[in-house]
Nanobody, 126 residues
Framework: QVQLKESGGGLVQAGGSLTLSCASS????????MGWFRQAPGQEREFVAA????????LYADSVKGRFTISRDKALNTVSLKMNSLKPEDTAVYYC???????????????????WGQGPQVTVSS
């Protein structure tokens, strides 16, 4: 079993920056893919970014491309999401997710992930 714990959420003004971190514990898989999703009130869970654990391949939603950066530290079993130029529409609960070893395909789909964190709130004020 893999446990994921996020940190780093909070309140920030538009144009500001925040970094979210996700630490995994328990049984870890070196070839996990890790992803970030977000969910605003009344909306479906939305893909944000993903990273392949073994070769650093990354994938971003168009809405965050150029503003957000996903990275991972294999030694510490952590994945981070650096968010710059935040907008009010980025306000949501952000979830870290981990996928068991599988083909790097459709990693924007929540169904491709097997483990989820609790999700810190990120609020961007205008």
């Amino acid at each position: 079993q893999v446990q994921l714990k996020e940190s780093g959420g909070g309140l920030v003004q538009a144009g500001g920056s925040l970094t979210l971190s996700c630490a995994s514990s328990g049984r870890t898989f070196s070839s996990h893919a890790m992803g970030w999703f977000r969910q605003a009130p009344g909306q479906e869970r939305e893909f944000v970014a993903a990273i392949n654990w073994s070769d650093y391949t990354t994938l971003y939603a168009d809405s965050v491309k150029g503003r957000f950066t996903i990275s991972r530290d294999k030694a510490l079993n952590t994945v981070s999401l650096k968010m710059n130029s935040l907008k009010p529409e980025d306000t949501a609960v952000y979830y870290c997710a981990a996928a068991r070893p599988k083909l790097w395909s459709r990693m924007w789909a929540p169904s491709r992930y097997d483990y989820w964190g609790q999700g810190p709130q990120v609020t961007v004020s205008s």
